[in-house]
């Protein structure tokens, strides 16, 4: 029977409080995306039994309708008629999503997508100086004079070197200003016209008679009192002392404000500040000049009123700040018998699933960018691989299948530092699983503090860690594998599944509600499938004959249920299979035709000549890249042979960012067939059958 889209429409729409009370409307492949206003006057109840809704759930700021590839676009129309509502871009109701976000969410949210992009570059440097110099030490120093090795080890610190560059760019795009621009700001920070940060000691450390040179092999304390004419010992040779003698050169502003004429290397925050100013100002500039000057006179002003700014008083202010900030940490994580590396530990996951774990990445940074080596980073590892233990444990334990089919692979992939399934699908619901996990990772903090473990980059966690932890090999693997240990052992004796054991048959259906909620507080799990897409399928009724969808991409076939996302594992957008890729080439599935491509790349969904909906979505959650891995071959409207090219990814950017390649191919119209099996569990081609229906 045909779905009543008006009658959804108009269920969905007294549910949520009438029209009144919705800020904003918008969807996307498959889900309805609604802001509203009160969130006590939606009847969660009668939004899920609406008809032709296959659950919901709140997750950034939205409520969101999952209906399905062919179906939600059809309501949506509907939804925005009855109501007589201004639909909005998905740009947009994000926006007004965020703007019910407090201040400081807000604020971490945009450090998160400030920092998130440039973690590749940081990857590689941190991957390649690990290498290098971990191949050199083995070799007793042998290699300090070799070509290859003086010219690699250039390679390594390079986005080190420039990485107020990376960030002026990533911040302009993510403040919505010309990414140029913001390059540019990042390397007024870096000029080499201004003193290198690094060799500028700190404005109030005291400098002992054999610590700073500052000319030749010359100490602070000789060097001034050659500079001085007065003897000065070491205890009165500071950094402000070096500076009023002229060991570093300053300017005078308005006849009476000195001006330092040091770089910024080592800080993060201040190029964030200079650059979120600097596209407030551009803006303001593009509203008042007038366009024929517009392209002359906005980016002189923006940078050179954003360059006065940045240092005289950002660079100056936030540099203090931020050294406060370092000081602060470090003296956390220097409490003594490891016990500030146990209150990160513990407090770690709970900044995952509050959504604000990504603010660390600017620590991280600074960390790296002042000192070479990040001590936070083995920590997130030790809580990473505890919350895949505490998953594994449950796999273990629980006579489920479906919670086992969930377990197994959200498990193997926190060890791989990807915790997101781990503890939206299954530790955080079952409540005793992640508080044993917060307690393995709390003891593998305090391990990381005492044994001294520390890396040489961000961004890599789990097994993988032991790439950027070169000459702690070993105190890593311990610290990592007590901390599973733990988590593992206590989730093994606390945790009980009484309750899937005692359920029907009918009762242990896929219930949509209970699997998605569990992600609603962090909405990166769910944000998987809330892709940006133009159009979605017309509604063609398919053939009563048989249907075979080939394979999109060569690799292992899995179950739809081993899905790591609890909305594809649940199937409720439809049956189908996943596809682990070994190679990054996405081919036709079928004979048809191209009905819609995400704005970023990572989904796109066909229509067979038979009549077959299908969505093709590549990785999880790979939405937030931005179209970066995805380089499209096709576009909505297009006519395709099954075999034919229609994208090209970058699997080793998607995995840089932590997040899985998995790629899900699902039949979108389910309902309209009596079976849809996949051909699972073994490796396959691009061309290979995968999906048969009939």
């Given at each position: 029977m045909a779905l009543d889209h008006a009658e959804a429409a108009r269920q969905i729409l007294e549910a949520v409080g009438g029209?009144?009370?919705?800020?904003?409307?918008?969807?996307?492949?498959?889900?309805?995306?609604?802001?509203?206003?009160?969130?006590?006057?939606?009847?969660?109840?009668?939004?899920?039994?609406?008809?032709?809704a296959k659950g919901s759930f709140q997750a950034a700021g939205q409520l969101q309708v999952i209906?399905?590839?062919?179906?939600?676009?059809?309501?949506?129309?509907?939804?925005?008629?009855?109501?007589?509502?201004?639909?909005?871009?998905?740009?947009?109701?994000?926006e007004a999503a965020m703007a019910k976000a407090n201040p400081f969410q807000r604020a971490v949210k945009s450090l998160g997508d400030v920092f998130v992009p440039i973690i590749p570059a940081i990857v590689a440097s941190g991957l390649l100086m690990g290498l290098t110099e971990g191949i050199n030490n083995a070799m007793g120093g042998a290699l300090e004079t070799n070509s290859w090795y003086i010219l690699i080890h250039t390679f390594s610190n390079a986005s080190f070197v420039f990485l107020q560059i990376?960030?002026?760019?990533?911040?302009?795009?993510?403040?919505?200003?010309?990414?140029?621009?913001?390059?540019?700001?990042?390397?007024?920070?870096?000029?080499?016209?201004?003193?290198?940060a690094w060799s500028i000691p700190g404005a109030v450390q005291q400098l002992g008679d054999t610590a700073y040179q500052i000319v030749g092999s010359q100490s602070a304390a000789q060097w001034l009192s050659s500079a001085t004419g007065t003897a000065v010992d070491a205890a009165h040779a500071t950094a402000s002392a070096i500076m009023a003698a002229g060991g570093i050169p300053q300017v005078q502003l308005f006849g009476f404000y000195n001006v330092t004429l040091q770089g910024y290397q080592g800080h993060v925050i201040p190029v964030v500040i200079a650059v979120f100013i600097m596209c407030m100002l551009e803006k303001w500039l593009h509203k008042h000049v007038p366009d024929m000057l517009d392209l002359f006179v906005t980016p002189l002003v923006t940078v050179l009123v954003t360059g006065v700014l940045t240092l005289t008083v950002i660079g100056p202010l936030f540099s203090w700040i931020e050294?406060?900030?370092?000081?602060?940490?470090?003296?956390?994580?220097?409490?003594?018998?490891?016990?500030g590396g146990a209150l990160v530990g513990a407090i770690y996951p709970a900044t995952v699933v509050l959504g604000v774990h990504h603010m660390f990445n600017a620590l991280e940074a600074t960390l790296i960018a002042n000192t070479g080596i990040d001590n936070f980073n083995p920590i997130i590892s030790c809580c990473n691989v505890a919350q895949g233990a505490?998953?594994?444990?449950?796999f273990v334990k629980t006579r489920s299948m479906k919670k086992k089919e969930l377990a197994l692979p959200s498990g193997i992939s926190g060890f791989l530092g990807i915790t997101e399934p781990a503890i939206y699908g299954?530790?955080?619901?079952?409540?005793?699983?992640?508080?044993?996990?917060?307690?393995?990772?709390?003891?593998?903090?305090?391990?990381?503090?005492?044994?001294?473990?520390?890396?040489?980059?961000?961004?890599i966690t789990g097994i993988f860690g032991f790439l950027i932890t070169t000459g702690h090999s070993v105190a890593y693997a311990i610290c990592i594998l007590v901390a599973a240990a733990i988590a593992f052992a206590i989730t093994w004796t606390l945790y009980k599944d009484a309750e899937d054991i005692t359920q029907t048959k009918e009762e242990q259906k896929p219930n949509i509600e209970k699997v998605v909620a569990a992600t609603a507080a962090t909405a990166k799990q769910t944000a998987a499938v809330a892709t940006s897409v133009a159009e979605s399928n017309q509604g063609v009724v398919p053939s009563a004959g048989a249907d075979t969808i080939a394979a999109p991409m060569s690799g292992k076939a899995i179950a739809m249920t081993e899905v790591s996302d609890p909305v594809f594992a649940s199937e409720a957008m439809g049956k189908g299979a996943a596809i682990e890729p070994t190679e990054g080439k996405v081919f036709s599935p079928v004979d048809g035709s191209i009905t819609m491509v995400a704005e970023t790349g990572h989904a796109i969904g066909l229509l067979s000549d038979s009549g077959t909906e299908v969505l093709i979505h590549i990785g999880i959650d790979t939405v937030t890249l931005k179209g970066a891995p995805f380089t499209v071959k096709c576009a909505a409207g297009d006519k395709v042979k099954k075999g034919a090219l229609l994208m090209d990814v970058d699997l080793g950017t998607i995995k840089a960012a932590n997040l899985p390649t998995t790629t899900m191919v699902v039949i979108t119209n389910t309902d309209d067939y009596a079976s849809v099996e996949?051909?699972?569990?073994?490796?396959?081609?691009?061309?290979?059958?995968?999906?048969?229906?009939s």
């Amino acid at each position: 029977m045909a779905l009543d889209h008006a009658e959804a429409a108009r269920q969905i729409l007294e549910a949520v409080g009438g029209a009144d009370n919705i800020v904003s409307a918008a969807h996307c492949a498959t889900r309805l995306r609604l802001v509203v206003a009160d969130d006590s006057k939606v009847n969660k109840e009668a939004v899920d039994n609406a008809v032709g809704a296959k659950g919901s759930f709140q997750a950034a700021g939205q409520l969101q309708v999952i209906y399905g590839t062919g179906t939600v676009n059809k309501v949506f129309d509907e939804f925005v008629a009855q109501g007589h509502i201004s639909a909005s871009s998905k740009d947009t109701a994000k926006e007004a999503a965020m703007a019910k976000a407090n201040p400081f969410q807000r604020a971490v949210k945009s450090l998160g997508d400030v920092f998130v992009p440039i973690i590749p570059a940081i990857v590689a440097s941190g991957l390649l100086m690990g290498l290098t110099e971990g191949i050199n030490n083995a070799m007793g120093g042998a290699l300090e004079t070799n070509s290859w090795y003086i010219l690699i080890h250039t390679f390594s610190n390079a986005s080190f070197v420039f990485l107020q560059i990376l960030i002026g760019f990533s911040a302009a795009r993510v403040f919505g200003g010309n990414e140029f621009l913001g390059g540019v700001i990042g390397m007024i920070m870096n000029h080499t016209a201004l003193m290198n940060a690094w060799s500028i000691p700190g404005a109030v450390q005291q400098l002992g008679d054999t610590a700073y040179q500052i000319v030749g092999s010359q100490s602070a304390a000789q060097w001034l009192s050659s500079a001085t004419g007065t003897a000065v010992d070491a205890a009165h040779a500071t950094a402000s002392a070096i500076m009023a003698a002229g060991g570093i050169p300053q300017v005078q502003l308005f006849g009476f404000y000195n001006v330092t004429l040091q770089g910024y290397q080592g800080h993060v925050i201040p190029v964030v500040i200079a650059v979120f100013i600097m596209c407030m100002l551009e803006k303001w500039l593009h509203k008042h000049v007038p366009d024929m000057l517009d392209l002359f006179v906005t980016p002189l002003v923006t940078v050179l009123v954003t360059g006065v700014l940045t240092l005289t008083v950002i660079g100056p202010l936030f540099s203090w700040i931020e050294n406060g900030v370092m000081i602060g940490f470090q003296f956390l994580l220097a409490i003594p018998f490891g016990l500030g590396g146990a209150l990160v530990g513990a407090i770690y996951p709970a900044t995952v699933v509050l959504g604000v774990h990504h603010m660390f990445n600017a620590l991280e940074a600074t960390l790296i960018a002042n000192t070479g080596i990040d001590n936070f980073n083995p920590i997130i590892s030790c809580c990473n691989v505890a919350q895949g233990a505490a998953c594994l444990a449950v796999f273990v334990k629980t006579r489920s299948m479906k919670k086992k089919e969930l377990a197994l692979p959200s498990g193997i992939s926190g060890f791989l530092g990807i915790t997101e399934p781990a503890i939206y699908g299954v530790n955080l619901p079952s409540m005793k699983p992640f508080i044993a996990a917060m307690i393995g990772g709390a003891v593998g903090g305090a391990l990381v503090s005492i044994l001294g473990v520390v890396s040489i980059a961000y961004g890599i966690t789990g097994i993988f860690g032991f790439l950027i932890t070169t000459g702690h090999s070993v105190a890593y693997a311990i610290c990592i594998l007590v901390a599973a240990a733990i988590a593992f052992a206590i989730t093994w004796t606390l945790y009980k599944d009484a309750e899937d054991i005692t359920q029907t048959k009918e009762e242990q259906k896929p219930n949509i509600e209970k699997v998605v909620a569990a992600t609603a507080a962090t909405a990166k799990q769910t944000a998987a499938v809330a892709t940006s897409v133009a159009e979605s399928n017309q509604g063609v009724v398919p053939s009563a004959g048989a249907d075979t969808i080939a394979a999109p991409m060569s690799g292992k076939a899995i179950a739809m249920t081993e899905v790591s996302d609890p909305v594809f594992a649940s199937e409720a957008m439809g049956k189908g299979a996943a596809i682990e890729p070994t190679e990054g080439k996405v081919f036709s599935p079928v004979d048809g035709s191209i009905t819609m491509v995400a704005e970023t790349g990572h989904a796109i969904g066909l229509l067979s000549d038979s009549g077959t909906e299908v969505l093709i979505h590549i990785g999880i959650d790979t939405v937030t890249l931005k179209g970066a891995p995805f380089t499209v071959k096709c576009a909505a409207g297009d006519k395709v042979k099954k075999g034919a090219l229609l994208m090209d990814v970058d699997l080793g950017t998607i995995k840089a960012a932590n997040l899985p390649t998995t790629t899900m191919v699902v039949i979108t119209n389910t309902d309209d067939y009596a079976s849809v099996e996949g051909q699972t569990g073994s490796d396959v081609k691009a061309g290979d059958t995968l999906i048969s229906v009939s």
